[in-house]
DNA sequence: TCACTTGGTAACTTTTTGGTAACTTTTTAA
DNA sequence: TTAAAAAGTTACCAAAAAGTTACCAAGTGA
């Protein structure tokens, strides 16, 4: 069954972001704009797991965390803006479980939702194969690591990304706009051109290594790893 | 079969906090919030061991831990205010096995845990390996020692920690905010280049030692203790 | 109390990366 | 066959990340 998480926060954009990207991680998400009606959501959903504004006009972060701790041990995560070091100190007197600073990075929310998930027992977040074997070929994301006819070649993070994402499905084709929202995050507005870029790269790294499988242009459609 | 701890602790914080804490060791973890539920939920799980706060209204931490004392030989470690000296003479006459005084260190109730479960025979807390050996590295936590190429090099704790902690899962590359988390611990508030100082501090210690293993930085994401 | 150790911060330097722009080549379709 | 569109390629640069150094505050022990 899908993780439930609710969030209460007053900014509709910082909110909406947040949604989005947690429902593509398969979490079930409710937002609640003020601590009157996210408490009032808390009660009747009773989520795994609450994502808490500390500024919040009428009734802020803090008073909803203490009402929601005076019932449950439900894990909370803070969000706080920056500079406001006592953030942390109260986060924990009120019994938050972690605080993440604004502005925040989409993967830093989602390592720490599995964190505290992960502490609070319970709730198992199934974790995806991290480690892909072609060929000749292995893409090791613990390690971060690319083996190519076993050297180990040295890449940076966003072809190592776009190279595990693109092998994870082997044969299917993305168009570039896809790869951007997936790879660089939808949030991201830049050139499309520079996906061709990263596959030239990947492509000096990998090419003439094996017949078995390569990084292939669909024209007009953009790019695939084939795997025959 | 997990090992059982029961809290007696009125500060629902600080019993969260040691909750949490004991979980993510493997601890099965109850609490009760006053001396009289202390002592009802003694009698219904019949824990392995019992963290008891002396100051707490009603019934205080004494006449638990003698009412407990009268009917088992269940090890007990106080948890006392600082400056209350009595406390220890308390403690023994009373029948605690161990005593700790506020505020702790997490590591701290872990340590004194694990030692009075020792002590108290019976029950074995099977330990990760505490020492871990590479060429010409050893890196011993028991000690707390740190021998490189044969001699031993004085190392601070955290440097012990840390290194510790990578190195006990080699090639696997940790974040800064993951080290934060699992070194430091998850309330620990502050800046995570911190790491990288600690880095190196280490890699000072270390450089060109062996040629098997170094403490690598993946650029972009953080560091791992590569093996080759 | 004072000297020493440790952990952490801040500031400055160096390295690496990701992205853009410009130019070239290939493919498609008229 | 040719022009337009798409993709390949290259070089360069600003920003981000990591390395490094110096310093400071808190804790420790003599």
Redo the contacts between chains.
């Keep these: 069954m899908a993780v439930s998480v609710l969030i209460v926060e007053d900014d509709r954009n910082i909110a909406e972001l947040l949604q989005m990207y947690l429902e593509k991680e398969g979490y079930a998400v409710t937002w609640a704009a003020d601590g009157g009606q996210g408490l009032a959501k808390y009660r009747a959903i009773k989520p795994d797991l609450v994502l808490l504004d500390v500024m919040m006009p009428v009734m802020d972060g803090w008073s909803v965390c203490r009402a929601i701790?005076a019932e449950a041990?439900t894990p909370i995560i803070m969000l706080t803006a920056k500079g406001e070091?006592d953030d942390?100190?109260n986060g924990?007197?009120?019994?938050a479980?972690?605080y993440i600073t604004k502005p925040f990075e989409m993967k830093?929310v989602l390592?720490r939702i599995e964190?505290v998930l992960r502490?609070?027992?319970g709730v198992t977040t199934e974790k995806k194969a991290r480690r892909l074997v072609f060929d000749k070929l292995i893409i090791d994301m613990?390690?971060?690591?690319l083996t190519v006819d076993g050297k180990k070649v040295d890449t940076?993070?966003k072809e190592m990304e776009l190279l595990f994402y693109l092998a994870s499905s082997p044969n299917r084709v993305y168009t570039r706009n896809q790869l951007l929202d997936e790879v660089w995050g939808f949030d991201y507005f830049g050139d499309s051109r520079t996906v061709d870029v990263h596959v030239k790269r990947l492509r000096e790294k990998l090419e003439g290594v094996s017949e078995s499988w390569n990084l292939k242009t669909v024209w007009g459609v953009g790019y695939k790893f084939e795997v025959l």
Excluded: C, H, I, W
């Design positions: 701790r041990q070091t942390k100190v924990l007197k009120n019994g479980d972690d830093e390592a964190a502490r609070s027992s613990d390690a971060f690591e940076p993070p």
